[in-house]
């Protein structure tokens, strides 16, 4: 009997198994894939992941974003960067990699290669089942297997079609190697409700694009292909092999994560935030608060776990709803929403602070807002100049 199992070692479970080992419990992770695995991911983290992390990540960055050149379909291109860091890019291989090695520093027992295939919760204790028939059992199950494991969908009913639908691919830099450096690529306009980016590491630009699923239909490998065949930065790269995947958003209406023993964290919960579907920073910052959940219900042997919705509840969900306002106001109107930002770059760069942690979603939506209310006749302008714009 464990006192904890985690199903998945993404950022999320290797962060939770972590967090309850240090604490000195009993906890098993599982992991169908063997590490260092691929996962489909731009990779960049939002440098807000400092306030959070309790050990250093900086040996897994690539590259460091100071703003980021951003396109209307490709074309229209403007810079707007800043004197301060947004993001750091990470190869998820190497960066799941790092933070699975602390976990089983910590004294986590993990298991690599072996699927999750149903779970029960009955009798004070959990029983995690997995294939070839393994059974183990636990007093607390997390469950961090991401978009596409078994907890989140089949154990909470989650419903894996909210989602942002992408195909990404690594693209080696050409024989002329390395040519950008510090920023990121962001393109709007490219696909319905999404945007397109090209996030440069050491030896690869991640090139992606996403959007929302019911609305982008079946046609995301066009949307790709569109985007690279015309992006500048993308001009004579070879691209060999792309992934489809899928970005598990949160939604309202989404079920609440925490059901008897057994808790969500990450992507199975559908905490990625739904304007940029930034999950890594969502995935660890929640595993943390799931970890804390679980460690005082094992302290007081008190089996409710509904602190860690109440947290949900106080500190993450508002910015997601604020995050789901913002989308309908840029991804519904593209076009509009990049004629605003070409003539008052100040916009990307107060929404940088949001990405920086140092100002709430909320308030930067509630800005955004006001600003255009205020003066409606500049937006109407915006409107009519972005009609004669280059569709
Ligand atoms: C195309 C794309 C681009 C993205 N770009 C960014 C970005 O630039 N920045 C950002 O912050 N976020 C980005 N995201 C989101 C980010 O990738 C996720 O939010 C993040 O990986 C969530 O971490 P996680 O630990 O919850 O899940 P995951 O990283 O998906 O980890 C889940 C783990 O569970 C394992 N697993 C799955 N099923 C089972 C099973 N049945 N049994 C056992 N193990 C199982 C998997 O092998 C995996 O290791 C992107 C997502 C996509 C799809």
Request: glycine share 10%.
């Amino acid at each position: 009997m464990y006192d904890a199992i985690v199903a998945g070692l993404g950022p999320a479970g290797s962060t939770a198994a972590y967090s309850l080992a240090q604490k000195g419990w009993k906890v098993l992770g599982i992991d169908k894939a063997r590490f260092p695995r691929y996962k489909s991911c731009g990779g960049c983290i939002s440098t807000k992941i400092e306030r959070i992390l309790d050990f250093d990540i900086k040996e897994t960055v690539e590259e460091t974003a100071f703003g980021a050149t951003f396109t209307y379909k490709a074309g229209r291109t403007m810079d707007i960067l800043s004197d301060r860091p947004v993001g750091y890019n990470v190869m998820r291989d190497v960066f799941d990699d790092h933070l699975l090695k602390k976990a089983r520093e910590a004294g986590v027992e993990v298991i690599e290669g072996l699927r999750v295939k149903g779970v029960a919760d009955s009798g004070g204790f959990v029983t995690v089942f997995c294939e070839g028939g393994q059974e183990f059992k636990a007093k607390f199950l997390i469950g961090s297997d991401g978009s596409s494991g078994v907890v989140g969908r089949e154990y909470f009913g989650l419903d894996p079609k909210e989602a942002a639908i992408s195909i990404t691919a690594e693209v080696p830099y050409g024989p002329a190697g390395k040519t950008v450096h510090n920023k990121l690529f962001i393109d709007f306009g490219s696909i319905p409700f999404g945007y397109g980016w090209i996030f440069p590491k050491k030896d690869f630009l991640s090139v992606g694009i996403a959007g929302d699923a019911a609305k982008v239909g079946g046609k995301v490998k066009d949307y790709f292909n569109e985007f690279v065949s015309t992006h500048e930065a993308l001009k004579g790269l070879k691209i060999d092999h792309r992934d489809g995947w899928t970005v598990p958003i949160f939604y309202t209406g989404a079920a609440t994560p925490v059901r008897g023993r057994v808790v969500l964290a990450g992507d199975t919960g559908h905490l990625v935030d739904p304007f940029l579907g930034e999950g890594i920073y969502y995935a660890i910052r929640t595993a943390k608060a799931a970890a804390v959940a679980v460690d005082t219900a094992l302290k007081t042997g008190d089996a409710d776990l509904s602190s860690y919705k109440d947290w949900l509840e106080k500190e993450v969900y508002p910015e997601f709803r604020s995050a789901e306002r913002l989308s309908d106001l840029v991804y519904d109107h593209p076009r509009l929403w990049y004629s605003i930002i070409e003539k008052d770059h100040d916009i990307m760069r107060r929404y940088y602070n949001v990405i920086r942690g140092e100002e709430t979603a909320d308030s930067f939506y509630s800005w955004v807002y006001n600003k255009v209310k205020s003066k409606p006749w500049k937006v109407l302008r915006r409107w009519i100049e972005s009609r004669f714009m280059p569709a």
